[in-house]
T-cell receptor, first 114, second 112 residues
Framework: DSGVTQTPKHLITATGQRVTLRCSPRSGDLSVYWYQQSLDQGLQFLIQYYNGEERAKGNILERFSAQQFPDLHSELNLSSLELGDSALYFC?????????????FGPGTRLTVT | AQKITQTQPGMFVQEKEAVTLDCTYDTSDPSYGLFWYKQPSSGEMIFLIYQGSYDQQNATEGRYSLNFQKARKSANLVISASQLGDSAMYFCAMRNNNDMRFGAGTRLTVKP
């Protein structure tokens, strides 16, 4: 158990809908990362927050947004969902925001868009 | 642009033997971190080992060691004394201050 929690574990929704994925980092970790893992695209970095502020942005679509709250938990919002958004979404956390800190991953949320 | 390449889609190793999983990377940033993660069939991502671009010595963590050859831009993972529980997908990743990239992964199967 990495100490990172993600809810829900599974989510099934229809195209065009909006969903929110939630992540709680390990105790003491200030940085949260979101990743998407799909069969065709592999593991892709979406976005990073550090202590409430956006730190780095990867391949995140405009339909997706995220935020980190004062208690350091984070939410990833996915809107106007398409079939291709079906994937495993991971949240990870690290002690700080820089390149030297290993990231600990949550168990993931499996999103299925029908 | 940053790039991580894992050229071995699948590898087999006999139990108790050592295996090397290849990873090459490309970046123009002098400061970066290299990571290896394991993903068992259950789906979780497990951190294994980290190497910083300025580290002089190769990183080791138990049975895992990272063969870091900076001039060749390679960061191969060596697993010694393979166990059946090592069967999983293994991902190499590179991080600079603004980005994190993962390779396509290598599926390792340990044979009894």
């Amino acid at each position: 158990d990495s100490g990172v929690t993600q809810t829900p574990k599974h989510l099934i929704t229809a195209t065009g809908q909006r969903v929110t994925l939630r992540c709680s980092p390990r105790s003491g970790d200030l940085s949260v990362y979101w990743y998407q893992q799909s069969l065709d695209q592999g593991l892709q970095f979406l976005i990073q927050y550090y202590n409430g502020e956006e730190r780095a942005k990867g391949n995140i679509l405009e339909r997706f947004s995220a935020q980190q709250f004062p208690d350091l938990h984070s939410e990833l919002n996915l809107s106007s969902l398409e079939l291709g958004d079906s994937a495993l979404y991971f949240c990870a956390s690290s002690r700080a925001g820089g390149r030297t800190y290993e990231q600990y991953f949550g168990p993931g949320t499996r999103l299925t868009v029908t | 642009a940053q790039k991580i390449t894992q050229t071995q889609p699948g590898m087999f190793v006999q139990e108790k033997e050592a295996v090397t999983l290849d990873c090459t990377y490309d970046t123009s940033d002098p400061s970066y971190g290299l990571f290896w993660y394991k993903q068992p069939s259950s789906g979780e991502m497990i951190f294994l080992i980290y190497q910083g671009s300025y580290d002089q010595q190769n990183a080791t963590e138990g049975r895992y060691s990272l063969n870091f050859q900076k001039a060749r831009k390679s960061a191969n993972l060596v697993i010694s004394a393979s166990q059946l529980g090592d069967s999983a997908m293994y991902f190499c990743a590179m991080r600079n201050n603004n980005d994190m990239r993962f390779g396509a992964g290598t599926r390792l199967t340990v044979k009894p």
